[in-house]
């Protein structure tokens, strides 16, 4: 990973987009492949248990880096305890015009408006078949999407043949509703909108699962740092009452914390990055508190270092992802994170991660804040 150190200075230099195209070309050889490899194998396991699942660490990659899953196996060999891909639509698409991706380098942030660019479901499908032939060093999610131009009925089935293509591949699957770059697309998040969407994925996973056998693959909805409280509220109850397995947060936002000068703050788009990091806090609380635990949450937005990650589960997060963190820092983010965790999670005398987690909630209500 000192490569990383050497080459981070070139890619900063690049547009955005164009460093991420390099990245992700060189993630798919055979040389990366191994190399990852041998580093993912010095992060300690601190294994925790969701939705059915056993992760053995609870960060993971944030979907974004790999949206056709082209270099699957260079990131999940990184020490992620799950690797997230996608968005990805039924139907190819090149997204929005470029420039669409602006880095504020000072704050570690991002503002993108890229519209869900992708090679499509059928070409996805065949290289996650592909990857699978091997075994992999994390958990798989697929993170999928409507087109852009899909009508709203059609929308729906979008996300039912991203349903369909993965149920028997992926660990898990996020639907994602609440990307800021595909106009109408955040309206499946209103009560309305979001039942009717969640009936048909609901009932399409009943009919799946008794095509492979049994078979629940768990499925989060992931939502915005934006949604309005009584909206939130109005969401959590249909996804408790249809029994949803997870919820993610966040997405980006199309906010802008006061304080923000760097110019591309002015650019339409989702931040993400250290900024977002307190909006994607107070979404976990908040929903934290109106499941009262009952539902999986994967805490996404501003995660680069332990301290972040800490935060995240203090208000209510079962499980962490990062993204824009491995742009600035480098793979060796996930060393040091995975490692700070396990260092705060020793503090306490409990039979796993998830109970120290438990525990220092239960401390923060009593003394306030601990990191």
């Not at 595909?182 to 909108?193: A, I, M, S």
């Not at 509220?233 to 947060?249: F, K, N, P």
């Not at 796993?352 to 239960?362: P, Y």
Request: proline share 5%.
């Amino acid at each position: 990973m000192p490569l990383y150190r050497l080459i981070r200075p070139l890619l900063m230099l690049l547009d955005e987009e164009k460093a991420s195209r390099y990245v992700l070309k060189a993630s798919q050889n055979q040389v990366a492949k191994r190399t990852s490899r041998i580093y993912g194998q010095r992060v300690p396991k601190l294994p925790v248990n969701i939705f059915g699942k056993t992760f053995t660490n609870p960060v993971g990659l944030a979907p974004g880096l790999d949206k056709d899953g082209l270099a699957l196996t260079t990131f999940s060999n990184f020490g992620f305890g799950f690797t997230e891909v996608g968005t990805v639509t039924p139907e190819p698409q090149s997204g929005n015009p470029r420039p669409r991706v602006f880095r504020i380098i000072e704050d570690e942030a991002i503002v993108n408006r890229l519209g869900f660019n992708n090679n499509g479901l059928q070409q996805f499908e065949a290289s996650l078949r592909e990857t699978l032939e091997s075994p992999l060093s994390s958990l798989i999610g697929v993170n999928i999407g409507a087109n852009q131009f899909s009508a709203k009925d059609d929308a729906i089935e979008d996300y039912v043949r991203g349903l369909e293509a993965f149920y028997s591949l992926a660990d898990y699957i996020v639907i994602n509703i609440s990307s800021p770059n595909t106009k109408g697309l955040r309206d499946f998040q209103l009560k309305g909108e979001f039942e009717n969407l969640l009936r048909v994925i609901m009932n399409k996973r009943h009919t799946l699962a008794l095509k492979y056998d049994g078979r629940k693959t768990p499925i989060s909805i992931k939502v915005a740092p934006d949604l309005e409280e009584r909206h939130l509220r109005a969401l959590v109850g249909v996804a408790i009452q249809y029994e949803i397995d997870a919820i993610t947060a966040t997405n980006s936002t199309v906010m802008r914390p006061s304080g923000l000068t760097h110019k591309n703050y002015d650019q339409i788009g989702g931040l993400s990055g250290k900024p977002l990091a307190p909006l994607s806090n107070r979404m976990i609380k908040n929903i934290s508190e109106i499941t009262q635990g009952s539902i999986p949450i994967i805490g996404v937005g501003g995660i680069s270092n332990a301290d972040d990650a800490w935060q995240k589960f203090l208000v209510g997060a079962d499980l962490v992802q990062l993204c824009s963190a491995l742009v600035y820092r480098g793979p060796t983010v996930v060393k040091e994170i995975v490692v700070g965790l396990a260092d705060r999670a020793k503090k306490y005398d409990a039979a796993n991660f998830s109970s120290a987690v438990k525990l220092a909630r239960e401390q923060q209500k009593r003394t306030g804040p601990y990191i």
